[in-house]
């Protein structure tokens, strides 16, 4: 068994290779016609993920009886001093990525294949998901801070392409720009520190063999690092490094890209943007943890950005009427949670809730793509209304993700009370509410979403029809993790931890244990059970009467605080911010500066020739074809040189 | 028998050259007009054996002649070589320019000849009389050959202002002589040169040097005394015009040399002021052929500028110079007859002289826009023609006489710059334009000698280019056995 | 291996041009180009032998040879010039570069060019004979020599077959070139000078100056002789505030000369720089390297920023690549060799981008016969093909990784930001502290201004709505696709294995760094 085992570790890089395969055979396959099949297409792509899901497993089979984790490099830039390798580093970690990776993934390839079936773009859709895979693995695979990079970007790239697959139509194609330039702003901030990183323990991986950057040595690296630079240094690279899962995993303020890459197909949207790409941020916090631990301010900062994102996305969520723009901020404010969780120390917490998320938002997600396919592409929710007799297995999925969203019981639940009971741990009182504020707002809107699409009456135009069983045995399959893992994982009742295996071989790291006291668990409960009575109460047609009897409907209130209102529909005014800082700011600079470059630098470099052909002009007219002017030259030369070399000379003398 | 002698061993070419002159004059008065073409072969004939005589005559060592006052060198030969050669060229372009016109051609190839006779007696001369003889004998004879095409206002007005320009060079120059006769008592170089050693510098020196130069500067045309040139060379017959700017110059510049390594070679004042002319003369002469219509006025401008460049080689004093100076002459000599003859083709063939008339020139004639373009090139100084290694020897020359003379170099490089610009223009205008291809509108005849002078510039440009290093040895060797026994 | 002569190699170009040029060669259009193509294509393979025969571990010049006279006499000889070539690592990628882009650029030259075919063929080859003389001369009299004839092909290309302001921009080019090379003369000379002063003997030869030099230059004549040969190779380079040349000839040149032009002819005053101004040099190139890096710093940001205000497209891939090859400047500035070996890849990496981008525009260009990104819209509807290259070479060109921008821009950040060259000093009274690795990072913040206007370009123009009078833009055609793939080829290969080319240069680049 374990030489059976080790095969798979020792070729764990097939994971991350085969859909890289089979992005190049149906790229290749398409465009020199070899065949024209979408069967065939879908067929190696899941089974391409398929197998990736089992090599997953059989990763994690090893993992648990594995002491030490498993890496292997091959060398990729040998030059001078630097030496740059790829390579796998296998650990609890990475297995639990590889198995949510491809999990969902494998679901959402069978969904789409409904989704995407009438598109013109099929092939292209799924090799770029291939390639989306192949990126993602790779990233999740990287052995060092250097390869994960790399594929940071990548997972960028594929992204950028997924958005704007619809490329025809000017937002999605903005979206993509958008989405791209925000993460190239974290990937620069990462590119910028892991260099000063290496800088700075240059000699310390040069003395200990082992490959640079590898995250196996990261922590005496991160503490050599911290005495060599000093702290403020040390928080200012790590605070770069952080810069790059800020933009990844849309924390404020760079968070704007994400809610725009809804325009994207909504499969994408659940895979990419709220499954697994999005939560590669939280994975590379996870990774690099040392570098940030070693600096509690870091931490701090870290903790404190996420909970802001929490806060503002959750309060923009409220008021979204875009039913996938409100899964977005909501996927937005989920990462916040995670990275606060993170950075208070609630290692396992934050992660647990990662895996957790992964399933019901990807869930949520594909009901709401399926809604919106289900209605012609409608994706306001002001035009939906009683969906659920038209589809109830997408409303009963759909509410198992708001349940398990919300924190009732559900998957969510047992995550997020472990973030509750570690930063109540690390005594964070302020974050501990924060939290619980948004918990409160994360009920709200998400049930405000489940009222107004799927009870009450259907307020649409188009017929709604039913989905094609591919996309609905995905849905239900994703329910079941959404509705079990947390509790099957949260190592109460004699169950599996994944705490203890997350953190196992991690001891050194802060690490929250969460207590056993009751209080924040029902705490929770009772807020989020409050936050869907609130949308209920406003937004259920059962209290319809009641509200209009005390006279506090949705309109009433929207109208009595209007400025906040105001506030988080426009966005909280960030992208106007930016839209008008690029607008009044940044481009003035660069037409000033292009300008400047015309017209001054090339300006003098024209004056220059003018001015010598203008001397050239003044000396012509001397030549006026007059012999008497001729001769005056001569002789007014001729005295001008006595005169300045005989002066020359009675002084030189 | 002492003066057969003499003839024998230093005046051997002059005195072909004389008698080959007198039989040209004396064919212009009897032969028919049918039969003046003969006289194209006599005074070829003439300049071959005066070639010919001069590699008889064994230069290797100096020998002195007519009382010291004319010597024979190597040095003096390869100047003479240069001056032999540029007027066969002549030769070849007058046949047919001057035959376009009408006129009796005799009387133009005896002027050629008395004027190629001058520039070689300057060469040679080795005392004031003698220099200021050769000099008024080819002055004169360039008097009467810019204005023989009597018909033309131009050539007339070019004569004219040549002549009294000229006149008032020549007499500023006497008096400089004059003055250098008052402080030393002598009229030989050699003694004027020892007698000055011994001397005490004083302002007269400096200001007889400075007259004399006048005369040399009008020939060989550097600022101050350049004025005449554009003039001159637009009004003038094209191969008067190309004399003028290569034979008449290599004559002023032997003269120059010999009298300025001879006699002044003690002071680097005068280094300076050779220095100030060279650099002043190239600016001017490049700034001013800016934004130049006519062809023809914009090599007399390239001229004075390359006369410029030559002159540094002078200031620098030192052998390397010299040695860069024959060089730089030697390619000058095809380089620029090379351009002379491309534009006499043309004018020939259309009677146009502008720039923008030689538009589309490489749609009509490739060929004989290449070899234009060619030269034009080696004028502006662009690798792989001769007038690049030239230049590069010629700076290299500068650079090797010490550190100090770097900013000579730094200007005459940006010289090069400005010079670029107006050469580009007339490579512009025969390759570039006219945007659209004009077909083969108006194909000319070329006329075969001037097509044979242009053929052998050409050559002679690229040949120089690739392989230059014999040539500058010979430049090298001439210019150490003649000349060390005078410089330091 | 007796059949490889760099001498042949170099030549062999020219020979093309005479056989084309000449009368004997038919008007025909198409044998022309078939011709031409066939010749380059056999160049290429040529130079291909040269690169496989190519031994990098071994250090100094490799293919050494030496032309003299049947005697035995030097070129010229009263000068010291050698006829010599040689390459080393650095120079033989960039041979075969010049070889391959060649080839390119005329397989991309069937549309572009409508007239003259004869003088048009024959004036490429003379200018792959003038850049080929550049990389491979082993002696200071060649280098120049060819630095200089390349002028002339690269005027007629620019203004014959041109558009717009050709005249002027041709024009502009040669006067500034020249005018760098006049500076580089003088300093060859100094240098040459300085070296006869010390050890008696006037010689060119490159190794005399680089591997071996017995002594240090005095600082001031130092100084004055590197500027010398860094406004040369600044201008070619070019940096900022040298560079106003570039937009405009490549704006007008055609779209193969472009592709030249930014593929071969900047990678001369990269080369320059690490021949002369590095290996000739260090001491100074030490003393003055914040200098350098803060203009390569400001090439990196400045030319990014006017990019991103550019409406000309052609204008707008003219100004990344100023602002790319500021990444090469700062690889020489780093004077380490992860920064040196960056550089140079750098320089291949943007020869084969800016051609693709400048192919790209070209291929635009002669569809809709407008350059103006306002004007174009939507173009991916039809030409799905051109889109997808385009995307993968602009991708390239903002350094994503495993296409060939990323390894070469990494290298040269990691270069700079770990270089001990200076380590760090205020100025403005103690106000700003200025260290090469504080100017690194603002360097690599120009990745985000290459993101912006890279991707903002091709959002503008193939995504979106399409307007109505680019219904017809048809997609590649089999020409344009050779070229492209050939390009992706390039850029995916050594994207994704860069130690393939990195481990051509590095041991030259370790042993004359090791030597420094």
């Known amino acids: 068994?374990?030489?059976?085992?080790?095969?798979?570790?020792?070729?764990?890089?097939?994971?991350?290779?085969?859909?890289?395969?089979?992005?190049?055979?149906?790229?290749?396959?398409?465009?020199?016609?070899?065949?024209?099949?979408?069967?065939?297409?879908?067929?190696?792509?899941?089974?391409?993920?398929?197998?990736?899901?089992?090599?997953?497993?059989?990763?994690?089979?090893?993992?648990?009886?594995?002491?030490?984790?498993?890496?292997?490099?091959?060398?990729?830039?040998?030059?001078?001093?630097?030496?740059?390798?790829?390579?796998?580093?296998?650990?609890?970690?990475?297995?639990?990525?590889?198995?949510?990776?491809?999990?969902?993934?494998?679901?959402?390839?069978?969904?789409?294949?409904?989704?995407?079936?009438?598109?013109?773009?099929?092939?292209?859709?799924?090799?770029?998901?291939?390639?989306?895979?192949?990126?993602?693995?790779?990233?999740?695979?990287?052995?060092?801070?250097?390869?994960?990079?790399?594929?940071?970007?990548?997972?960028?790239?594929?992204?950028?392409?997924?958005?704007?697959?619809?490329?025809?139509?000017?937002?999605?194609?903005?979206?993509?720009?958008?989405?791209?330039?925000?993460?190239?702003?974290?990937?620069?901030?990462?590119?910028?520190?892991?260099?000063?990183?290496?800088?700075?323990?240059?000699?310390?991986?040069?003395?200990?063999?082992?490959?640079?950057?590898s995250?196996?040595?990261?922590?005496?690296?991160?503490?050599?690092?911290?005495?060599?630079?000093?702290?403020?240094?040390?928080?200012?690279?790590?605070?770069?490094?952080?810069l790059g899962p800020m933009a990844k995993s849309a924390q404020f303020p760079l968070h704007t890209w994400l809610p725009d890459a809804m325009e994207g197909p909504t499969p994408i949207?659940?895979?990419?943007?709220?499954?697994?790409?999005?939560?590669?941020?939280?994975?590379?916090?996870?990774?690099?943890?040392?570098?940030?631990?070693?600096?509690?301010?870091?931490?701090?900062?870290?903790?404190?950005?996420?909970?802001?994102?929490?806060?503002?996305?959750?309060?923009?969520?409220?008021?979204q009427y875009d039913l996938k723009k409100t899964l977005a901020y909501s996927t937005c404010s989920q990462l916040g949670f995670m990275v606060m969780a993170m950075g208070a120390g609630a290692f396992a917490a934050g992660l647990f809730?990662?895996?957790?998320?992964?399933?019901?938002?990807?869930?949520?997600?594909?009901?709401?793509?399926?809604?919106?396919?289900?209605?012609?592409?409608?994706?306001?929710?002001?035009?939906?209304?009683?969906?659920?007799?038209?589809?109830?297995?997408?409303?009963?999925?759909?509410?198992?993700?708001?349940?398990?969203?919300?924190?009732?019981?559900?998957?969510?639940?047992?995550?997020?009370?472990?973030?509750?009971?570690?930063?109540?741990?690390?005594?964070?009182?302020?974050?501990?509410?924060?939290?619980?504020?948004?918990?409160?707002?994360?009920?709200?809107?998400?049930?405000?979403?489940?009222?107004?699409?799927?009870?009450?009456?259907?307020?649409g135009h188009t017929h709604p029809h039913n989905s094609p069983k591919v996309m609905t045995v995905p849905l239900i399959l994703l329910a079941i993790p959404s509705a079990l893992l947390g509790i099957m994982l949260s190592g109460k009742f004699f169950l599996p931890s994944f705490d203890k295996y997350i953190i196992a071989g991690k001891e050194s790291f802060i690490h929250l244990e969460h207590n056993e006291n009751l209080l924040l668990p029902v705490i929770s409960i009772l807020i989020a059970l409050s936050g869907v009575l609130t949308a209920a109460f406003f937004f259920w047609d059962g209290f319809k009467e009641k509200r209009e009897s005390v006279k506090i409907t949705a309109d009433n209130v929207i109208k009595s605080a209007k400025p906040i209102y105001a506030l988080t529909t426009n966005l909280w005014y960030i992208d106007k911010f930016y839209y008008a800082f690029i607008d009044k700011v940044f481009l003035p600079i660069c037409n000033f500066i292009s300008r400047f470059d015309k017209y001054i630098i090339d300006g003098l470099v024209n004056l220059t020739a003018t001015k010598i052909r203008f001397e050239g002009w003044v000396l012509r007219q001397f030549q006026t074809g007059q012999i008497q002017t001729y001769l005056a030259i001569m002789f007014a030369g001729l005295i001008g040189l006595v005169l300045i070399f005989v002066l020359l000379q009675l002084l030189l003398i | 028998m002492e003066l057969l002698n003499d003839i024998k061993n230093v005046f051997l070419p002059e005195f072909i050259i004389t008698l080959f002159a007198l039989l040209a004059l004396i064919l212009s008065f009897s032969l028919k007009k049918e039969h003046q073409n003969l006289i194209f072969f006599t005074s070829v004939a003439g300049v071959i054996f005066a070639l010919y005589s001069l590699m008889l005559m064994g230069v290797s060592i100096e020998q002195q002649g007519f009382y010291e006052s004319f010597v024979s060198n190597n040095f003096t030969a390869a100047f003479r070589v240069i001056i032999l050669i540029g007027t066969g060229f002549t030769l070849f372009l007058s046949k047919d320019y001057i035959a376009s016109f009408g006129k009796s051609i005799g009387e133009f190839y005896f002027l050629l000849l008395t004027a190629t006779l001058g520039g070689m007696i300057l060469c040679g001369a080795n005392d004031l009389v003698a220099v200021f003889i050769g000099l008024e004998t080819l002055s004169i004879s360039s008097f009467a050959l810019c204005g023989y095409t009597k018909s033309d206002i131009l050539s007339n007005e070019a004569a004219l202002k040549y002549l009294i320009f000229g006149a008032v060079a020549s007499a500023i120059m006497l008096y400089g002589f004059s003055f250098l006769y008052g402080i030393t008592g002598e009229t030989n170089f050699t003694f004027i040169a020892s007698f000055i050693q011994n001397y005490n510098f004083n302002s007269l020196l400096m200001i007889a040097f400075l007259m004399i130069l006048a005369g040399f500067g009008f020939k060989i045309s550097a600022v101050p005394f350049q004025a005449w040139t554009p003039d001159v060379y637009q009004g003038a017959p094209i191969p008067v015009a190309a004399y003028l700017s290569v034979v008449s110059k290599t004559a002023g510049f032997a003269a120059l040399i010999r009298f300025v390594d001879i006699i002044f070679v003690e002071s680097t004042l005068f280094a300076i002021t050779l220095g100030v002319i060279a650099v002043i003369t190239m600016t001017v002469g490049n700034l001013m052929a800016l934004d130049q219509q006519n062809i023809r006025r914009l090599l007399a401008y390239s001229s004075i500028a390359h006369a410029g460049y030559i002159l540094l080689g002078l200031a620098i004093m030192t052998n390397d110079g010299i040695t860069a100076i024959i060089f730089y002459l030697i390619t000058y000599l095809f380089m620029n007859f090379g351009v002379w003859a491309g534009i006499e083709l043309f004018a020939l063939a259309t009677g146009k002289d502008n720039i923008d008339d030689l538009n589309g020139l490489a749609y009509k004639h490739r060929y004989f826009a290449f070899g234009l373009v060619i030269c034009i090139l080696s004028l502006a100084g662009i690798p792989i023609t001769a007038g690049f290694f030239s230049k590069f020897y010629l700076f290299k020359a500068v650079i090797s006489a010490g550190y100090e003379y770097t900013p000579l170099l730094v200007i005459a490089l940006i010289n090069t710059v400005v010079a670029i610009f107006y050469y580009m223009r007339v490579i512009k205008a025969i390759y570039v334009m006219p945007d659209e291809e004009v077909r083969s509108a108006d194909i000319f005849r070329i006329s075969f000698p001037v097509r044979l002078v242009m053929l052998i510039s050409v050559v002679g440009a690229l040949i120089l280019g690739i392989f230059a290093s014999p040539f500058i040895e010979k430049a090298k060797t001439v210019n150490i056995s003649g000349i060390e026994t005078i410089l330091p | 291996m007796s059949f490889l002569s760099l001498t042949l190699l170099i030549f062999l170009p020219l020979a093309g041009a005479l056989i084309i040029y000449g009368p004997w060669f038919p008007q025909n259009e198409v044998k022309i180009r078939r011709f031409a193509k066939g010749f380059a294509g056999f160049i290429f393979v040529y130079s291909l032998l040269f690169l496989a025969f190519f031994n990098p571990t071994e250090k100094g010049f490799q293919f050494t040879e030496t032309l003299t006279f049947p005697d035995g006499s030097p070129w010229i000889e009263p000068l010291g010039v050698n006829f010599s070539l040689a390459v080393d690592g650095i120079s033989i990628i960039l041979v075969v570069l010049t070889t391959f882009l060649v080839l390119l650029g005329l397989i991309a030259s069937k549309f572009s060019i409508t007239k003259r075919h004869k003088f048009y063929y024959s004036m490429i080859f003379v200018l792959q004979t003038a850049i080929l003389g550049v990389f491979t001369a082993k002696d200071l009299f060649l280098f120049i020599l060819f630095w200089e004839i390349e002028l002339?092909?690269?005027?007629?290309?620019?203004?014959?077959?041109?558009?717009?302001?050709?005249?002027?921009?041709?024009?502009?080019?040669?006067?500034?070139?020249?005018?760098?090379?006049?500076?580089?003369?003088?300093?060859?000379?100094?240098?040459?000078?300085?070296?006869?002063?010390?050890?008696?003997?006037?010689?060119?030869?490159?190794?005399?100056?680089?591997?071996?030099?017995?002594?240090?230059?005095?600082?001031?004549?130092?100084?004055?002789?590197?500027?010398?040969?860094?406004?040369?190779?600044?201008?070619?380079?070019?940096?900022?505030?040298?560079?106003?040349?570039?937009?405009?000839?490549?704006?007008?040149?055609?779209?193969?000369?472009?592709?030249?032009?930014?593929?071969?002819?900047?990678?001369?005053?990269?080369?320059?720089?690490?021949?002369?101004?590095?290996?000739?040099?260090?001491?100074?190139?030490?003393?003055?390297?914040?200098?350098?890096?803060?203009?390569?710093?400001?090439?990196?940001?400045?030319?990014?920023?006017?990019?991103?205000?550019?409406?000309?497209?052609?204008?707008?891939?003219?100004?990344?690549?100023?602002?790319?090859?500021?990444?090469?400047?700062?690889?020489?500035?780093?004077?380490?060799?992860?920064?040196?070996?960056?550089?140079?890849?750098?320089?291949?990496?943007?020869?084969?981008?800016?051609?693709?981008?400048?192919?790209?525009?070209?291929?635009?260009?002669?569809?809709?016969?407008?350059?103006?990104?306002?004007?174009?819209?939507?173009?991916?509807?039809?030409?799905?093909?051109?889109?997808?290259?385009?995307?993968?070479?602009?991708?390239?060109?903002?350094?994503?990784?495993l296409l060939i921008g990323f390894a070469a821009e990494t290298l040269t950040f990691y270069g700079a930001f770990t270089s001990n060259v200076f380590n760090g000093f205020y100025i403005l009274n103690q106000y700003i502290p200025l260290s090469i690795r504080l100017l690194t990072a603002i360097a690599i913040i120009g990745i985000i201004f290459a993101a912006i206007y890279i991707l903002w370009m091709f959002h503008r123009v193939f995504w979106g709505n399409m307007f109505d009078k680019w219904e017809k833009f048809h997609d590649a055609s089999p020409h344009e696709m050779v070229v492209l793939i050939s390009l992706i080829f390039v850029i995916v290969v050594f994207g994704v294995y860069p130690a393939g080319l990195i481990n051509i240069f590095a041991p030259t680049i370790s042993s004359f760094m090791n030597l420094i």
């Open chain 1, 215 to 242: 995250f196996t040595s990261l922590q005496p690296a991160a503490e050599y690092v911290l005495t060599s630079a000093g702290p403020i240094v040390y928080f200012l690279i790590a605070t770069a490094i952080f």
């Open chain 1, 1 to 213: 068994m374990d030489q059976f085992l080790e095969f798979f570790i020792e070729n764990a890089g097939i994971i991350a290779a085969l859909p890289l395969w089979t992005f190049l055979i149906i790229i290749f396959g398409q465009n020199l016609g070899v065949y024209d099949n979408k069967k065939i297409t879908v067929w190696l792509t899941c089974a391409s993920t398929f197998i990736g899901f089992l090599w997953a497993l059989f990763i994690f089979l090893w993992t648990l009886g594995a002491e030490e984790p498993f890496t292997k490099n091959i060398a990729w830039i040998n030059a001078g001093n630097i030496q740059l390798s790829f390579g796998w580093l296998l650990d609890n970690l990475a297995a639990v990525m590889l198995l949510v990776v491809t999990s969902v993934s494998l679901l959402i390839q069978i969904y789409s294949h409904g989704y995407m079936n009438k598109d013109e773009g099929y092939h292209r859709f799924f090799s770029y998901l291939n390639l989306f895979n192949f990126s993602m693995l790779g990233l999740v695979l990287s052995s060092n801070l250097f390869q994960i990079y790399i594929f940071w970007e990548l997972v960028g790239l594929s992204s950028y392409l997924l958005i704007g697959f619809w490329y025809r139509r000017p937002s999605a194609a903005h979206a993509a720009t958008k989405a791209f330039i925000i993460n190239r702003i974290g990937d620069c901030g990462l590119l910028i520190g892991i260099i000063s990183f290496l800088f700075f323990s240059l000699n310390w991986w040069a003395a200990s063999g082992d490959v640079y950057l």
């Open chain 1, 269 to 319: 949207s659940a895979l990419i943007h709220a499954a697994t790409m999005v939560a590669a941020g939280v994975f590379l916090i996870a990774r690099a943890y040392p570098v940030f631990e070693a600096s509690s301010c870091v931490m701090t900062t870290i903790a404190w950005i996420g909970g802001i994102t929490a806060f503002i996305t959750a309060t923009i969520a409220l008021t």
């Open chain 3, 152 to 401: 002339i092909p690269m005027y007629f290309l620019i203004s014959v077959w041109g558009t717009g302001k050709k005249e002027y921009s041709a024009m502009k080019f040669v006067l500034y070139t020249f005018t760098g090379s006049i500076f580089m003369l003088a300093s060859i000379l100094a240098v040459v000078y300085y070296n006869y002063i010390q050890t008696g003997i006037w010689t060119f030869d490159l190794n005399t100056y680089t591997y071996m030099k017995a002594f240090t230059y005095p600082t001031l004549f130092g100084i004055l002789t590197f500027l010398g040969f860094f406004i040369a190779f600044a201008v070619k380079l070019p940096v900022v505030p040298f560079h106003t040349w570039l937009p405009d000839a490549h704006v007008d040149a055609p779209t193969p000369v472009s592709m030249l032009l930014a593929g071969m002819l900047l990678k001369m005053g990269g080369y320059g720089m690490i021949r002369m101004n590095l290996q000739m040099m260090p001491e100074i190139l030490k003393i003055l390297s914040p200098l350098i890096v803060i203009f390569a710093v400001i090439n990196i940001i400045y030319a990014a920023l006017i990019a991103i205000a550019q409406k000309d497209l052609k204008k707008l891939v003219a100004y990344s690549s100023v602002s790319h090859m500021g990444i090469v400047l700062l690889g020489i500035g780093a004077m380490n060799i992860a920064g040196v070996s960056g550089a140079v890849f750098q320089m291949v990496a943007h020869g084969i981008i800016s051609a693709g981008l400048f192919m790209i525009v070209g291929v635009i260009y002669l569809r809709t016969h407008t350059r103006e990104i306002a004007e174009l819209g939507g173009l991916g509807q039809n030409a799905p093909k051109i889109m997808y290259f385009s995307m993968i070479i602009a991708l390239a060109s903002l350094g994503l990784p």
């Open chain 1, 353 to 459: 809730h990662l895996v957790t998320h992964a399933y019901f938002k990807a869930m949520l997600f594909l009901c709401s793509g399926t809604v919106i396919h289900g209605l012609n592409d409608q994706q306001d929710m002001r035009f939906m209304g009683g969906l659920r007799k038209h589809m109830p297995v997408v409303a009963y999925t759909y509410l198992i993700g708001c349940l398990a969203i919300s924190g009732i019981l559900l998957s969510g639940f047992w995550s997020k009370e472990e973030i509750f009971s570690g930063l109540y741990a690390g005594n964070n009182v302020s974050l501990l509410s924060l939290g619980l504020i948004v918990a409160f707002m994360t009920a709200f809107y998400m049930f405000r979403t489940y009222f107004l699409t799927f009870e009450g009456q259907y307020k």
